[in-house]
């Protein structure tokens, strides 16, 4: 049962114990309360996933929380404290603002940290699915008492959670700023419907119960992506027969209980992958011209294993928001921003199932286009009023159980892959370029955004091979160096993220007012950290990257005293190509080859450059060529299977479908295709291209 404490005491690293407290009242969900128990100023109400409620000053429609002054006198709010009980950030802190009796006043919680004027921010985001939730006098105020909601229970999307005549309550209408009523008198949320079989991989028919059916409720299930409703769903009345790959999603309903949220469910059964073909409520074409594409090539040996060589991820969704010619996403793949996500359900099935709601976004830039690739990339977003606010998983091999990530990336692989319009990057076709950059930029010292392969579903078709990865973002700055997210700038391409471009355009100035001078190669080193920005180059020339100056990178700094921007190596599909590819030249205005170049003429960079070179390319570094053919033989192994699963996914697409830009179209597979070009990487590329990148920096005066 949730609880709402106050108390005159309180350690944030402490655990409570409440036998042991003064002056405590601990309201119970449905309990009632005296009035004299609650403290003068308090959180009265909450909404902690925001859809169609209150407006803050910009339009967005974040979380928030009331607080009230039920006392005789006005109450200074400064240095108050709203905390979410993170044990790795501080308290939000109230600038000054006097409270009036009877007063309410709406803080939001947002994450966008603004205390000194109103309306007020906090700097974090209240979670839909349960956190503590405190408010905190300064000491020396002992006529005030500290408040705790430890923890409020899983929220729902605009319905509020607070105090309503000494009851906790929720609430159907929220009433921001005013007294709190309920006009609907929900005695709590209806439990989740569970069900008889988990999610998995099946071959023999079965029969699904729903378990745990409430007396005077009902279930209501669709079969199709959709959200159950009473006009389009089914209702439960007898166990559900499974005979193929069903997406079922399942809602409860009770009078006197707020809904649940959809729970969705997986079945694959891989005869019926093998067979799948257009629904009938499918477009033939993605785009004007450009032919959509759904089948298997079913002549590929081995698929039904290589369907079960990787973990899964299933997205779930209403059909209208994918392939709308209006309104999906799928059929408007150059629309960006929040009014193009759309609420999906996200299963992850392996060892350990999750299930959860979320938001979808096309992912990319050029990948964007139709004509380029039928395959898109998709952005995760875990975030209302969708579903909670992270997603608390371990998605990568190295996570612990306490991860949470705001946001993930799958990559479909555009450039070099086997939907590609020109034939010389189809015939090259690995999906491994980019993971094996990121593991290299790792392997060179750095914290870089993790990546997998997991075999993807949409609306139970098998869609191919993706990486899923962390987007280097705010959310992961602050996740892996420390603060908060509103302490980061984030440039990704020269353009602004998070943050701003304050710091960004004054290493542009510094540059270009020459540094060989060593106060003004001082003066840049403030903003730089030279160490993790030489690596990036060095990463960067010795794949011979060519489109990642203009916006494959991204760079990050924290707004502290001697933060410096890191950079990550992102989006590296165009790489490993010719083996004596030149870039270290490359030179364009405002980009890092800028800053390259730049620091290139003194001397101390010079020196510095030279020895990360000896570091990295030399005995065991991480660019000599037996330690790159390792990490990239580890890659190859984890997807050797799997890609024969992406090979009769999309290998025929230019052939039968689409024969768009240069021949030869053809049947690209792993025997025919992957392997070649596998063995060319390994026995010409990776043997050889470290002397010739060397050989290349001591043209220029890099390397001794």
């Not at 992912?363 to 997603?391: A, E, I, M, V």
């Not at 701003?500 to 510094?510: E, G, K």
């Not at 960067?540 to 494959?552: A, C, K, Q, R, V």
Request: glycine letters at 4%.
């Amino acid at each position: 049962m949730p609880l709402l404490t106050m108390s005159s005491r309180w350690s944030r690293n402490r655990k409570m114990n409440r036998s042991s407290l003064p002056c405590t009242a601990i309201l119970l969900l449905g309990s009632v309360v005296t009035q004299s128990a609650i403290a003068d100023v308090y959180i009265s109400e909450f909404v902690a996933s925001n859809a169609t409620g209150l407006q803050d000053e910009t339009g967005a429609r974040p979380d928030w929380i009331e607080i009230h002054n039920d006392g005789e006198q006005a109450v200074n709010l400064f240095d108050w404290k709203l905390s979410d009980g993170s044990l790795n950030m501080e308290p939000w802190i109230f600038s000054e603002y006097h409270l009036a009796p009877d007063e309410y006043i709406v803080v939001f919680a947002s994450g966008n940290d603004r205390r000194d004027s109103q309306p007020f921010h906090t700097d974090f985001e209240l979670k839909r699915s349960g956190e503590k939730l405190s408010l905190v006098p300064p000491k020396n105020t002992p006529s005030q008492k500290h408040q705790l909601v430890s923890p409020y229970p899983e929220q729902l999307t605009d319905t509020a959670y607070g105090v309503v005549d000494g009851k906790l309550l929720f609430i159907g209408v929220p009433t921001p700023g005013k007294p709190n009523r309920v006009f609907e008198p929900f005695i709590g949320i209806l439990e989740t419907p569970k069900i008889s079989h988990a999610p998995s991989w099946f071959e023999t028919p079965f029969e699904l119960s729903v378990l745990n059916i409430q007396p005077d409720s009902q279930v209501l299930y669709t079969l199709d992506g959709s959200n159950p409703t009473y006009r389009t769903a089914i209702r439960y009345t007898q166990p559900i027969p499974i005979s193929n790959t069903t997406t079922l999603r399942i809602a409860a309903f009770h009078e006197s209980y707020l809904a649940p949220p959809i729970a969705t469910y997986t079945f694959l059964h891989t005869p019926s992958i093998a067979a799948q073909s257009r629904p009938n409520n499918y477009p033939e074409f993605w785009a004007p011209e450009i032919p959509a594409h759904y089948t298997i090539a079913t002549e590929e040996k081995d698929f039904t294993s290589a369907l079960k060589a990787l973990p899964l991820i299933s997205i779930v969704a209403d059909s209208k928001h994918l392939f709308d010619k209006d309104t999906g996403i799928y059929m408007n793949t150059e629309q960006d921003g929040t009014d193009w996500e759309r609420p999906v359900s996200i299963e992850f099935l392996g060892d350990n199932n999750i299930q959860l709601n979320a938001a979808l976004r096309i992912q990319g830039r050029s990948s964007r286009q139709p004509r380029t690739s039928p395959k898109h990339s998709f952005r995760l977003l875990f975030k209302h009023p969708y579903g909670p606010t992270t997603l608390n998983h371990p998605v990568f091999d190295s996570d612990n159980p306490e991860v949470e990530y705001n946001t993930l990336v799958l990559r479909a692989t555009s450039n070099h892959s086997w939907t590609y319009p020109l034939a010389d990057q189809r015939q090259r076709a690995q999906y491994l370029r980019d993971p094996w950059v990121k593991e290299t930029q790792r392997a060179m010292g750095h914290i870089v955004p993790k990546s997998k392969f997991h075999h993807v579903f949409l609306n139970g078709l098998y869609w191919g091979i993706y990486a899923v990865s962390e987007r280097p973002d705010d959310a992961f700055m602050a996740q892996h160096f420390g603060g908060k997210k509103s302490e980061y700038d984030v440039i990704k391409g020269g353009e602004v993220v998070a943050g701003n471009n304050r710091i960004w355009r004054r290493l542009f100035t510094l540059a270009n007012q020459g540094l060989k001078d060593p106060r003004q190669y001082r003066a840049i080193t403030q903003y730089l950290d030279l160490d993790n920005f030489i690596d990036f180059i060095i990463l960067n020339h010795f794949i011979g990257n060519e489109t990642w100056d203009f916006g494959n990178w991204y760079a990050a700094r924290q707004k502290v005293d001697n933060g410096t921007f890191r950079f990550f190596c992102w989006d590296a599909e165009t790489s490993m190509n010719r083996l004596n590819e030149n870039r270290v030249l490359t030179h364009n205005a405002d980009r890092p080859t800028a800053l390259f170049h730049a620091l290139r003429r003194n001397p101390d960079f010079q020196k510095r450059f030279t020895n990360r070179l000896h570091l990295h390319c030399t005995e065991n570094g991480a660019l000599t060529p037996e330690r790159n053919i390792l990490r990239y033989v580890s890659l190859a192994t984890k997807i050797d299977l799997a890609i024969i699963a992406e090979s009769a996914r999309w290998g025929d697409y230019r052939l039968t479908r689409h024969p768009y830009r240069t021949p030869p179209f053809e049947r690209y597979t792993r025997d025919d295709h992957w392997y070649v070009e596998q063995h060319r990487i390994l026995t010409e590329y990776l043997p050889n291209r470290t002397h010739i990148l060397l050989d290349q920096y001591r043209s220029i005066g890099l390397f001794d």
